[in-house]
């Protein structure tokens, strides 16, 4: 059964299910859904695993899963990175689940998805897509976590919202940092820019623009210039998905209408510096070359999550120099 996200953020009570699963691109969104669980089960213990781990021992899986005490509190699963191969152990388990619940996390799954179809069709298992953020969801968050806050003129609420990139994982960072500094609750133009650090942001989204154009001189004099953060790849990597998604949202619409109307009168509007970069981006890149990036977008996520060892700055360049690349073969 498919529930919407924002009903849920509302109030969570609403689903009572044995396995749940949250998917989708917006990492932000899916991290409040578990501390949402957290917090309204604070007597529950939490197990979490990686769908690769139960399927490399799925016989521990299942000990840790049925081998409790009558006495014992509730267990609920926290599982990661699922794919369809979980869903034959998923199937096995859900009609012997009794004090258990199991939360399944994923990024984007398509519509082809078995795990995806057999939840949506179930009548008592469920499934909640998690969909990048838009500018008003983005605001409502700004709103009620600084509540009570004086300067939060419209200046400033477009000042974090252009900073996070539409990415709730980078804004809620963001607001945490503004909760504590502005201790007496009294926003400052000039320090909030200091403290978004917007410099460093508008390093990365050169270097991103200047790769999407394909221009190669450019592009390697950034990347020998700009910092990339160890800890900020999932940051990082939102800011390339968010503007590929809208690449790929006015190729097609490009179809029907002229590139500079759409990108004029496109929801949610386009940062008006932005507009001639795009207008620009869009004669290097289709449907074809879009979809074959943001297929690589997503391994190099998958990759940096599951890979504890690996250097992800490493990554990202590299998926920096194929993004380039591709544009000049396009």
């Avoid at 897509?129 to 004086?150: A, M, R, S």
């Avoid at 950034?222 to 503007?243: A, C, G």
């Avoid at 509007?269 to 690589?296: C, G, H, L, R, V």
Wanted: hydrophobic residues 40%; charged residues 30%; glycine residues 2%.
């Amino acid at each position: 059964m498919i529930y919407k996200s924002y009903l849920l953020e509302k109030n969570f009570k609403t689903i009572n299910c044995d396995i749940t699963l949250f998917y989708g691109e917006n990492i932000g969104l899916r991290n409040d859904f578990k501390n949402i669980i957290k917090s309204e089960n604070p007597d529950v213990l939490i197990k979490k695993f990686d769908q690769e781990s139960i399927i490399k021992d799925t016989e521990f899986f299942l000990t840790e899963l049925f081998n409790f005490s009558l006495f014992e509190k509730k267990i609920f699963f926290f599982i990661e990175n699922v794919s369809d191969k979980i869903l034959p152990i998923m199937q096995e388990v859900e009609t012997k689940i009794d004090k258990q619940k199991i939360y399944l996390f994923s990024s984007v799954l398509d519509k082809k998805s078995k795990l995806r179809g057999y939840l949506e069709k179930s009548t008592k298992n469920a499934i909640i897509p998690c969909y990048l953020d838009n500018e008003i969801n983005l605001k409502n968050i700004i709103l009620d976590k600084l509540f009570g806050f004086k300067g939060l003129s419209a200046e400033n609420l477009n000042l974090i919202i252009q900073n996070c990139n539409h990415d709730r994982v980078k804004l809620n960072n963001e607001l945490d940092k503004i909760v504590v500094f502005f201790e007496k609750k009294v926003l400052d133009k000039e320090k909030l820019e200091l403290l978004l650090n917007l410099e460093v942001n508008d390093d990365f989204n050169s270097l991103r623009d200047e790769a999407i154009l394909g221009n190669k001189i450019k592009t390697n004099k950034l990347l020998d210039n700009t910092i990339i953060e160890f800890d900020k790849s999932v940051f990082y990597l939102s800011l390339l998905n968010q503007r590929f998604r809208k690449l790929s949202e006015i190729n097609n619409l490009a179809k029907t209408s002229n590139i500079n109307q759409i990108i004029n009168n496109i929801k949610p509007a386009i940062f008006w510096k932005d507009k001639p970069i795009i207008t620009t981006q869009m004669k290097k890149w289709n449907s074809e070359t879009i979809n074959q990036i943001q297929k690589n977008i997503y391994i190099t996520e998958i990759k940096t999550k599951s890979e504890n060892l690996i250097n992800k700055n490493i990554l990202i360049k590299k998926l920096i120099v194929d993004i380039c690349n591709l544009a000049n073969a396009s």
